[in-house]
């Protein structure tokens, strides 16, 4: 979601918050997101935060699946955020609102029951120079990624867009771009603890153009899956045109259905797949002609010869060269030149 007004200016930050473990999510600074909470600890937490400064340790899970998770299950950095709005749904889940305030790294984590609760120190932001033109062209260069992003078809809000055109920071850039591509859990997380402002933008526009890449390729497998239902569809309609068409004119159905047949039989004759795309191409010839041109049959008897082939049918090698000469010498009268020569090839 769209990058906001500071939060820090209004809050001051406790040293103990806390602590909602993250399944799958990283929640970056400045960033407003909604979260689902259903485990009970967790839930324990968010009213403990709603009760006290509204502010929360948002950190993730090495392990997703952990149920309970304790230190060694969480990651050493977070978000310190602020609850701005909570719901409470049916099925006695609960829905909150939350803004990252700055990133924060975890001293302590204290079991209290019924949530963990966690001493934590805030991280300082790097500093950063305003007349850098590395940094000047790694500004221009994420916004006009996150803009290519946007035309490939990827749900990016037109808030958004407006924040990041204006955006001078390259750290706030950095985490406004990284909070709006679908990042794995890992590649997210090295990026919120990434200090320095100038190195996060950096590993933002990597990120960023290896999702243009794959939404590039993602839109040309769609074009051409959509190219050839299109085509396919076309031809389904073509034909069931010229059926109706013939069968208006009383002509073309016993010729339909050799069609039909012959194209059973070319699917299951093996033959190569050259030798396949020709047949084929000459049965679409005999599909649109009429049934008594002269051509017709001249093209019936090709297919026939065709699927005649035992394309797929092999018989084992006989060398045996006594028989070779017995079967030469019976079927065939003189000829010793030719018949040494036929000997000759099958000896090698």
């Known amino acids: 979601m769209a990058d906001q007004q500071e939060p820090t200016q209004r809050l001051k930050l406790p040293e103990v918050l806390p602590v909602l473990p993250l399944r799958d999510t990283v929640v970056f600074p400045f960033i407003i997101m909604p979260l689902s909470v259903s ?40 978000t310190a955020a602020v609850i701005m709005r909570m719901l409470k749904l049916p099925d006695n889940r609960i829905r909150i609102l939350v803004q990252g305030i700055t990133r924060a790294k975890i001293k302590q984590v204290k079991r209290k029951k019924p949530f963990l609760e966690a001493s934590i120190t ?57 909070s709006n591509l679908d990042l794995g859990l890992s590649d997210a997380q090295e990026l919120l603890c990434i200090q320095d402002p100038l190195e996060r933008l950096r590993r933002v526009n990597d990120l960023l153009y290896q999702e243009l890449d794959l939404l590039v390729m993602q839109q040309e497998i769609d074009s051409t899956a959509r190219e050839d239902m299109d085509r396919a569809q076309r031809e389904h309609f073509l034909r069931y045109q010229l059926k109706a068409i013939q069968n208006e004119l009383g002509e073309g159905n016993e010729l339909a259905e050799e069609v039909e047949e012959l194209r059973g039989k070319i699917a299951v004759a093996g033959m190569p797949q050259e030798v396949e795309e020709e047949v084929s191409r000459q049965l679409g010839k005999l599909e649109r002609m009429h049934p008594d041109s002269a051509e017709t049959s001249t ?20 060398l045996d060269l006594k028989k070779a000469l017995q079967i030469l010498e019976d079927d065939h009268y003189g000829l010793e030149e030719i018949k040494d020569r036929i000997l000759e090839y099958l000896s090698v």
């Open 122 to 178: 805030k991280l300082e932001e790097g500093d950063f120079s305003k007349d850098s033109l590395e940094q000047d062209a790694l500004i221009r260069n994420v916004r006009k990624g996150l803009d290519r992003s946007a035309s490939l078809g990827k749900p990016v809000a037109s808030e958004v867009m407006v924040v990041a055109n204006n955006m001078e920071n390259p750290g706030r850039l950095a985490d406004l771009a990284g």
């Open 39 to 78: 485990r009970e600890k967790s839930k324990a937490a968010v009213d403990a935060a709603l009760v006290d400064h509204r502010t929360i340790f948002l950190v993730a899970q090495k392990d997703k699946d952990a149920e309970d998770p304790g230190l060694e299950d969480l990651h050493e950095v977070g």
């Open 299 to 318: 093209l019936r008897n090709y297919l026939d010869w065709m699927l005649s082939i035992p394309w797929s049918e092999e018989t084992p090698d006989n």
